[in-house]
């Protein structure tokens, strides 16, 4: 049995990223994952795929997301920064929880 929740919502998210500051590095490191290669690279958003970092976001978010792989932690307004540009990204979140559950689920099958 998965220890993941299987019901979540874009609010449950929302809550999660409230609540939880390891929540919020590991989302900001999952949508970093969601860009393509190139993107990751020059820290922006080339492609309109509807995945990773919006423009807005991709070269804050591409160094968060570096920052928190190197084994860093964020902290004082950037963690805050963080928390409300993850909310943005609620339903790229999901997309990414459900794809997780699904390969638990294959697995363990």
């Given amino acids: 049995m998965s220890r993941l929740f299987t019901h979540w919502t ?22 970093f994952h969601r860009q393509t290669a190139d993107e990751q690279a020059a ?7 509807g ?7 991709a ?11 190197a084994g860093r ?3 004082g307004p950037h963690i ?6 993850m909310k943005h990204y609620a339903g790229q979140l999901l997309e990414v929880i ?8 294959s697995h363990a099958a």
Avoid at 43 to 49: A, I, L
Wanted: proline share 0%; aromatic share 6%.
């Fill in 73 to 75: 932690r964020l902290s």
């Fill in 98 to 105: 459900h794809e997780r559950l699904e390969r638990e689920t």
């Fill in 59 to 69: 070269s804050r978010g591409s160094y968060y997301a570096r920052w928190i792989m």
């Fill in 10 to 31: 874009a609010e449950a998210v929302a809550a999660l990223l409230d609540r939880d500051q390891l929540a919020v590095e590991r989302a900001v490191v999952a949508i």
């Fill in 80 to 85: 805050q920064h963080a928390r409300r540009m």
């Fill in 43 to 49: 820290e922006t958003t080339k492609h309109r795929n």
């Fill in 51 to 57: 995945r990773g970092f919006a423009a807005c976001h």
